[in-house]
């Protein structure tokens, strides 16, 4: 008899916003998700959202790192505006030109673990980034010294493709994670830490994306252990307020909730871990 692949299929920015909150605690609880990564900078991030995932049913519970705009610091940041974290393009541009405070960095992380472990009484089970920071050049490098001395005992989230498999230079963000993800996973290897065999879940997020096509193309090859990152939710003013990556979290929750989905891990062979 076959065996099933098993595999983590993780919500991204459980705390962001009570919509996005709401539906990742739903899908936990009807079995349909078994990971999410918290982010404990968030506004509303509060007792009452550690309680009701704690509620939701089991799942792994992550750290997601936050280090980018309109999300402000736990500590005293170098690196500001209006304080604020910088724009996502303006952090990964001062990070490929070595201009970040790497100090800072880790200060950072190391303040957004102890706030996680302070939330939920004890460590994440692993640790990623929001819009992936974490894997940028000097970010990485105070990120895995930070996790290794904080949370060892936690995986991080690798963004690299699934091993053989050719890259799709039309996929430019991908590719861009697959080629930072190389120093990432040398890092983490360096500092002990362990690491997701395979990455998946990358699209565009615009309207016109089929997130019911595409999610069957992230199960094509996935090993064991991989991991497909995703982002239901409901929308609300709060998320909104924060974040641009609306209406396809509906859609996604949708799919995630429905019929479908069910058929395709079983026709791929592929379970929950």
């Not at 952090?91 to 996680?116: T, Y």
């Not at 430019?172 to 930072?180: A, P, S, T, V």
């Not at 799919?255 to 069910?262: A, C, E, I, M, T």
Request: hydrophobic share 40%; aromatic share 8%; proline share 6%.
């Amino acid at each position: 008899m076959k065996t099933a692949r098993r595999i983590w299929l993780c919500a991204d920015d459980y705390g962001i916003a009570p919509g996005v909150d709401r539906g990742i605690c739903e899908l936990i609880g009807r079995g349909r998700l078994n990971a999410t990564s918290a982010m404990v900078v968030a506004p509303s991030f509060s007792k009452d959202t550690v309680k009701a995932l704690r509620d939701a049913g089991r799942a792994a519970i992550g750290l997601h790192v936050t280090l980018t705009a309109p999300f402000k610091p736990l500590t005293d940041f170098t690196t500001l505006r209006g304080g604020r974290f910088l724009t996502l393009t303006n952090v990964l541009g001062m990070a490929m030109a070595r201009r970040l405070d790497r100090a800072a960095l880790e200060r950072e992380i190391a303040a957004q673990l102890r706030a996680f472990a302070d939330a939920f009484g004890r460590p994440p089970d692993f640790v990623d980034g929001h819009q992936h920071v974490h894997i940028f050049p000097q970010v990485r490098d105070a990120f895995a010294r930070s996790v290794a001395e904080h949370a060892p005992n936690a995986w991080v989230r690798q963004c690299g493709r699934i091993s053989g498999q050719p890259r799709k230079l039309h996929d430019q963000k991908g590719l861009l994670l697959d080629i930072l993800s190389v120093g990432f996973r040398r890092r983490a290897r360096r500092a002990g830490l362990r690491f997701n065999p395979a990455f998946a879940g990358t699209y565009s997020f615009t309207p016109e994306a089929n997130f019911p096509a595409l999610f069957p193309t992230f199960l094509e090859g996935l090993p064991d252990g991989g991991l497909v990152m995703c982002h239901p939710g409901f929308v609300d003013a709060e998320l909104e307020r924060l974040d641009p990556l609306t209406t396809t979290r509906e859609r996604e929750y949708a799919y995630l909730n429905g019929k479908d989905f069910s058929r395709v891990l079983a026709e791929k062979d592929v379970a929950l871990a």
